[in-house]
């Protein structure tokens, strides 16, 4: 068997995602789920970039025991101090430098040529190596890299001290068969290879992060850069979840990870609540479909026998086919139960109350799913902000002008204002710019989500708004989906107005 290392950069790949930013609280919740589930190594952050990175990197650190906590850099001794500083309190760290490698990198973005790029590589690693023994050096726009040139980069950094060199198709151009080759060449032609790890990071520009995952490992890799649901840069990364059952279903590629798969589905679920992020629908693993027939010929041989159309079984991410359903008559221990399944643990205070805001959306819905309760348990953040919508009353109908009024508690002053618009919404939007005496806004993106189906549903709203040339990102969850389109304008304006 061979051991596969699972590198999660969700919360440093996957946060740089728009509007996808956590706090250092929530990082750390994100963080013991990932030691959790059994990750490897964590790239909390890139530590230079912000004091805000910094003191992530710094904190998940003390509260992470086993798995590596990684620190991005550029090959810069500045970023390489800043990493070396923010983890000083991990029990095992590991520096990231790096640096672009192809020739339009090398050419355009540094105007430099490829011998003083190898040098600069070469004193970036040794530099880092002066802080940590675990050094990981990235070659960024690998997959673009002639290979024989990346190949004498390779040779130098181990040489220099790396213990991980990563081969980023950064651009997600590559196709499967050439990054396998890529990974292939490199194990043939690098002298030193066996005394490194060779790591894979994959993008999913043209839908194949993957795929060319799969193939680098296939062909000697040992290291995969994945984030939670894919998320990530444009259009995401490597999925942990689909990599870690692609090798538990495959057994005849005598491929193992320590993950816990039985914690895919609770993460998955935490991620998507605490970024904002939606899982698709068809998401493989664990997408909402996921698991779902419709056809009638594949019900009759699901019922028939699971594995006809099933090579996974649900229980394997941590789905329970019996799962306690939630209703108006559910307790608190039946809400605690569903949401330990996801993942989260809060103490007997705040379980109450979001159990009496449970028992609210109970009366109103139907059928209560796992969303719903993740946004509940999400709603305690708004208790942070300056301006608070308490009352919303819209007046709307065919051959009606839309009216809308609106009470706003500003940080214990209370203002209310009414306001024609071109719809309920954009009344209520109107009536809360007045509240507010600021009209100096405008909504760049409005997103409305319904989370699975019915006029009872619980909708997402996502709202982008620009103010004084910076955007900022709202978010609100209602089943009105005109309250939640007004509180994520709100959400999104106590952002910016102080």
């Keep these: 068997m061979n051991r596969l290392f699972i590198f999660d950069t969700t919360l440093r790949d996957g946060e740089q995602v728009p509007g996808c930013q956590l706090n250092t609280v929530e990082k750390i919740q994100v963080a013991k789920a990932l030691e959790e589930l059994g990750v490897d190594v964590i790239e909390a952050g890139f530590p230079v970039s912000s004091p805000g990175d910094f003191n992530s990197v710094v904190e998940i650190s003390k509260a992470v025991t086993w798995p590596t906590i990684c620190a991005l850099t550029r090959a810069v001794e500045k970023d390489i101090d800043?990493?070396?500083e923010a983890l000083?309190?991990?029990?095992?760290g590991r520096i990231h430098t790096g640096i672009g490698t192809s020739d339009p990198h090398i050419q355009y973005k540094f105007n430099s040529n490829r011998e003083e790029i190898i040098e600069r590589a070469i004193a970036a690693t040794k530099y880092a190596k002066k802080y940590v023994e675990d050094v990981e050096f990235y070659c960024e726009d690998a997959g673009r890299t002639e290979n024989e040139y990346l190949a004498r980069v390779v040779e130098a950094v181990i040489k220099a001290g790396a213990t991980v060199v990563n081969i980023p198709d950064t651009t997600g151009y590559c196709l499967p068969d050439d990054y396998g080759a890529k990974?292939?060449?490199?194990?043939?032609?690098?002298?030193?290879?066996h005394r490194a790890i060779l790591s894979t990071h994959c993008h999913n520009d043209l839908g194949m992060a993957t795929a060319n995952t799969v193939q680098g490992v296939l062909n000697g890799a040992r290291q995969v850069e994945v984030t939670i649901n894919g998320i990530g840069e444009r259009a995401g990364?490597?999925?942990?979840e689909e990599i870690a059952m692609i090798f538990k279903s495959h057994k005849e590629k005598e491929i193992r990870t320590h993950i816990n798969t039985t914690k895919i589905y609770g993460i998955s679920r935490m991620v998507s609540s605490l970024m904002n992020m939606p899982v698709q629908p068809n998401k493989a693993v664990v997408g909402r479909n996921a698991f779902a027939h419709s056809s009638g010929i594949?019900?009759?041989g699901v019922l028939k026998n699971r594995e006809s159309y099933e090579i996974m079984d649900p229980k394997d991410i941590g789905i329970d086919d019996n799962a306690i359903v939630l209703t108006a008559r559910s307790g608190r221990a039946a809400l605690k139960h569903r949401l330990q399944i996801l993942g989260v643990e809060m103490e007997q205070e705040k379980l109450d109350k979001v159990y009496q805001e449970f028992l609210k959306l109970a009366d109103r819905k139907k059928d209560i799913n796992d969303d719903d309760v993740l946004m509940l348990v999400g709603k305690d953040r708004t208790d942070m902000h300056r301006i608070k919508l308490e009352h919303l009353q819209v007046t709307s109908g065919i051959g009606l002008q839309s009216m809308a009024s609106v009470c706003l508690n500003m940080a214990g002053v209370r203002r209310c204002e009414a306001a024609a618009g071109n719809g309920p919404v954009d009344a209520g939007i109107k009536a809360v710019k007045k509240a507010i005496s600021n009209s100096d806004m405008t909504i760049q993106e409005f997103l409305i989500q319904a989370i699975s189906k019915g006029s009872d549903d619980t909708g997402k709203v996502h709202m982008q708004v620009e103010y004084k040339g910076n955007v900022y990102y709202g978010f609100s969850a209602n089943t009105d989906i005109i309250a939640a389109s007004v509180e994520a304008f709100v959400d999104a304006i106590n952002k910016f107005i102080i």
């Design 88 to 92: 000083k309190f991990a029990k095992r």
């Design 82 to 84: 800043a990493a070396a």
């Design 183 to 193: 990974i292939r060449y490199l194990m043939e032609h690098v002298p030193n290879v």
């Design 298 to 300: 594949h019900q009759d």
């Design 237 to 240: 990364n490597t999925s942990l």
